[in-house]
């Protein structure tokens, strides 16, 4: 995808990449990530604040310092623009297998790597079930 760790983040398939990688930091849906506005997070609380949700309600989703250091390696956006700058046509990359190409992570490991991990629960279950709107806090 183009996308390497500690290098700029230019090109649409990095954003991309960014954008799954923080889709498994936040558990957040595809539309959801697409549709963030500098306006929609709070690095100081921590959240972005989805107001409308597929669900049909609104909801904070916590963020982890990896999904804010995520966010924080995109281009600097106006404030109401989309903070991925990615098409709806561009979701296809992130949820369909045959695009899927592995994503080098900091430790190496490839992007299935990543959510294995994350699945295997050595990530904080609670903060994933709170982020995907399956809980409340």
Partial sequence: MGYEEGLPVEMPMQRVAVAFLFAIETAMRSSEILA????????????????????????NVPLSSRAI?????????????????????????????????PIKSRDNGSSAHITRWHVAGLASVFRMALGAGEISG
Avoid: I
């Avoid at 281009?75 to 990615?86: I, N, Q, R, S």
């Fill in 69 to 101: 250091e995520l966010l924080k390696m995109l281009p600097a956006v106006d404030k109401g623009e989309a903070l991925f700058a990615l098409s709806t046509s561009s979701r296809d990359a992130l949820t369909c297998p045959k695009n899927f190409v």
């Fill in 36 to 59: 963030l506005t500098a306006s929609s997070v709070n690095y100081k609380g921590k959240f972005a604040r989805l107001p409308m949700t597929k669900n049909g309600t609104a909801r």
